[in-house]
Nanobody, 112 residues
Framework: QVQLVESGGGLVQPGGSLRLSCAAS????????MGWYRQAPGKERELVAR????????NYADSVKGRFTISRDNGKNTVYLQMNSLKPEDTAVYYC?????WGKGTLVTVSS
C-alpha cells in the first residue's frame, strides 16, 4: 500500500524558513522522480518542485526559484523541501506526489 506522509508545516513569519519532509512507503522509492505541489485557498493545485530518482535533476516553479530546494534521501525513502525567504503568498497546503498518489498534505502559513 502506497503511503506518502508529509510533515514539517506550520506558522512562520515572512522571511522565515521551514523544511518539509515526505516519508514514502509501498513502492520502490529510489527509481522514481518525486514532486511537491501546493494548493492555496481558492486556487488550483500547482507544481512547486520535482526531483529525479538520483537527484540528478530538479525543476522549480518560477515563483519559488532561488528560495526553495528539493532534495531526497533514497536510503530513508524521504523527499524534502527546504523553504527559505518565505512570503505570505507561499501560504498553502503542501502535498507530496508520486505518479498519481498524494499525501494528505501539510499546511504552511506565512504571516506576521
Amino acid at each position: 500500500q502506497v503511503q506518502l506522509v508529509e510533515s514539517g508545516g506550520g506558522l512562520v513569519q515572512p522571511g522565515g524558513s521551514l523544511r518539509l519532509s515526505c516519508a514514502a512507503s509501498g513502492f520502490i522509492f529510489n527509481i522514481y522522480p518525486m514532486g511537491w505541489y501546493r494548493q492555496a485557498p481558492g486556487k488550483e493545485r500547482e507544481l512547486v518542485a520535482r526531483i529525479t530518482s538520483s537527484s540528478g535533476s530538479t525543476n522549480y516553479a518560477d515563483s519559488v526559484k532561488g528560495r526553495f530546494t528539493i532534495s531526497r534521501d533514497n536510503g530513508k525513502n524521504t523527499v524534502y523541501l527546504q523553504m527559505n525567504s518565505l512570503k505570505p503568498e507561499d501560504t498553502a497546503v503542501y502535498y507530496c506526489n508520486w505518479i498519481n498518489y498524494w499525501g494528505k498534505g501539510t499546511l504552511v502559513t506565512v504571516s506576521s
